[in-house]
Structures are given as C-alpha cells and as structure tokens.
Antibody, heavy 118, light 107 residues
Framework: QVQLVESGGGLVKPGGSLTVSCAAS????????MHWIRQAPGKGLEWVAY????????FYADSVKGRFTLSRDNAKNSLSLQMNSLRDGDTATYYC???????????WGQGILVAVSS | AIQLTQSPSSLSASVGDRVTLTCRAS??????LAWYQQKPGKAPSLLLS???SLASGVPSRFSGSGSGTDFTLTISSLQPEDFATYYC?????????FGGGTKVEIK
C-alpha cells in the first residue's frame, strides 16, 4: 500500500535552516509528481511546492520562493525540502503528498511539525 | 492568484441531515476543483476531483457539482464519521490554492 513518511521536523530559530524529508513506498515513486503542503496550527491548508517526476522542474508558492528548495532522489524513493531563512510564519505541520495526475493529492503523509521560534 | 471562498465557515448538523457546502472562486476555473476531508490530528484525504468525480473508496453519499465560479459539496445523509473540516482546492500547473475550510460539527 502507498506510504509516505515525513521526518526531520523540529524547533529552529528564526533565520535558521532545516530539511524535512519524505520516504515513499508502495508505488513507483519515479512516475509521480510530489508536493509539500503545510498547515499552521489551527489554520487551513497552504500548498508549498511541487516537483516533477524526473526532478527537473520544481515550482514554489510565492511565500517560500527563494528560501525553500525541493529535490528528490528517485533511486532512494525520497523527497527533501530544504528550508532556509525560516520565519515565524513558517511554523506549521508539513505534509508530503502524491500528485494524482492533475495537481490534486491522492495520498498524504502523516505530517511533521516544524516550529520556528526564538 | 485565484481566491477560493468557502461558506459557511462552520455549521452544526445532525446525523442523517443533508448538508451542502459551498466554494466560490474569484474567477472562472472550469471544473478544476477538488474537495478534501480532514479529521482532527489527521492528514486530509481526497474526496472528489474535477468538481464531481468521486475519489476511490469514497462513499456515494458524497457528491460534488459546479463549474466556473460556484461549486458545492453535498453529503446526502450525514454519518458520525463525516464530522470533519472540508476544504476545496483549485488546481492548475501554476496555481494551487485551498479555500479556508468549512467545519462540520455535531448538533
């Protein structure tokens, strides 16, 4: 069965960096676009970024453009989101999600908390 | 960027009720809309895509309609497991936007 497991979250100071990862299993990872979506505590969902199946193309929300970098390793079935220059507003649960084929998300990980605070 | 406005932001309903949730887009988006359900402490799950196509494994009491700017999600007979927050999402290659959500609570 499809599984997506996030890791690497934690507490980081404003201006700091953190990398969150997503391990995929149960499907042919290299066939699918992948996304990160986040949810601030008690708030709604915000799409963050996606990466093409080959890894050649990534696209970011304006709120993270220039600070976050999304990459993937198809040999290791893994996805990584490197987050730099973190701000208080980046505090959220970060979910990795599989693209169903039309920029909708058919499988989600359980989420990982990133907290930015001094 | 396209804005999605969901209404109401919350509602109270009883088991067995017919419930209709609305999502309005700031400009026409054809049928490029999905709906998700999120229960507390859990990841969202896909209910419908292309405004009205039921995702795999989703009960038939869920249905969606609309195109252009106005969309609805209907639950024909509310079940205990349906109490959750529902989000609409517009999808396109360069614009992926969620609505603010509608929380469905027990009356």
């Amino acid at each position: 069965q499809v599984q997506l497991v996030e890791s690497g979250g934690g507490l980081v100071k404003p201006g700091g960096s953190l990398t969150v990862s997503c391990a995929a299993s149960g499907f042919t990872f290299s066939d699918y676009y992948m996304h990160w979506i986040r949810q601030a505590p008690g708030k709604g969902l915000e799409w963050v970024a996606y990466i093409s199946s080959s890894g050649k193309t990534a696209f970011y929300a304006d709120s993270v453009k220039g600070r976050f970098t999304l990459s993937r390793d198809n040999a290791k079935n893994s996805l990584s989101l490197q987050m730099n220059s973190l701000r208080d507003g980046d505090t959220a649960t970060y979910y990795c999600a599989r693209d169903e084929g039309s920029y909708t998300f058919d499988f989600w990980g359980q989420g990982i908390l990133v907290a930015v605070s001094s | 960027a396209i804005q999605l406005t969901q209404s109401p932001s919350s509602l109270s309903a009883s088991v067995g009720d017919r419930v209709t949730l609305t999502c309005r887009a700031s400009q026409g988006i054809d049928s490029d809309l999905a709906w998700y359900q999120q229960k507390p402490g859990k990841a969202p799950s896909l209910l419908l895509s292309d405004a009205s196509s039921l995702a795999s494994g989703v009960p038939s009491r869920f249905s969606g309609s609309g195109s252009g700017t106005d969309f609805t999600l209907t639950i024909s007979s509310l079940q205990p497991e349906d109490f959750a927050t529902y989000y609409c999402q517009h999808f396109s290659i360069y614009d992926l936007t969620f609505g603010g959500g509608t929380k469905v609570e027990i009356k």
